[in-house]
């Protein structure tokens, strides 16, 4: 499978997602997840196709695949997973394994991962940390995430 046709699959399928055809996203998907494309397992978790499984079920289903796709380096799904142990929705919360998720997503550039990982280091009041920390915010502000954009606002 050529690195292209990957690309157009997952483009595909990010086009029937949006468009509300999830049946045929998931068709789509289905293959790419069982060789375990990151993108596509994390695609694959943000959708439920009415009918077919209960609320519950899609819920643990979408932790699931989210939970692989972070294993396999996927930044997107680390960071959704960070949000999850962050707030307690759907899943326990665990700050230091939001932390983790959320520094490891930041190390690849993921600019929301960025703000919140330095959010985090801010909470902790780490003296040693601060410097990041506000280095994290600004970079996320610059890259045109308004959150972290306000967030420095606020704090001038």
Do not use: W
Not at 22 to 40: F, N, Q, R, T
Not at 72 to 99: C, F, N, R, T, V
Not at 115 to 127: E, H, M, S, V
């Amino acid at each position: 499978m050529t690195n292209l046709y990957l690309r157009h699959q997952l483009d595909l399928a990010i086009e029937q997602i949006n468009s509300g055809s999830c049946s045929v996203a998931k068709d789509i998907l289905e293959p790419l997840v069982k060789l375990l494309v990151p993108e596509a397992i994390y695609l694959y978790s943000t959708f439920s196709i009415a009918g077919t499984e209960s609320d519950t079920d899609f819920e643990r289903r979408s932790i699931s695949l989210l939970n692989d796709a972070a294993i396999l380096g996927y930044a997107p799904a680390m960071h959704a997973l960070g949000e999850y142990y962050e707030s307690g929705d759907l899943l326990d919360i665990d700050m230091k394994q939001a932390e983790l998720l959320f520094s490891s997503a930041a190390a690849q550039g993921h600019m929301r991962s960025k703000f919140r990982y330095g959010l985090i280091l801010l909470d902790a009041q780490r003296p040693s940390s601060r410097d990041q920390a506000q280095r994290l915010i600004r970079e996320a502000a610059e890259a045109g995430i308004e959150e972290a954009a306000d967030f420095l606002r606020e704090m001038e």
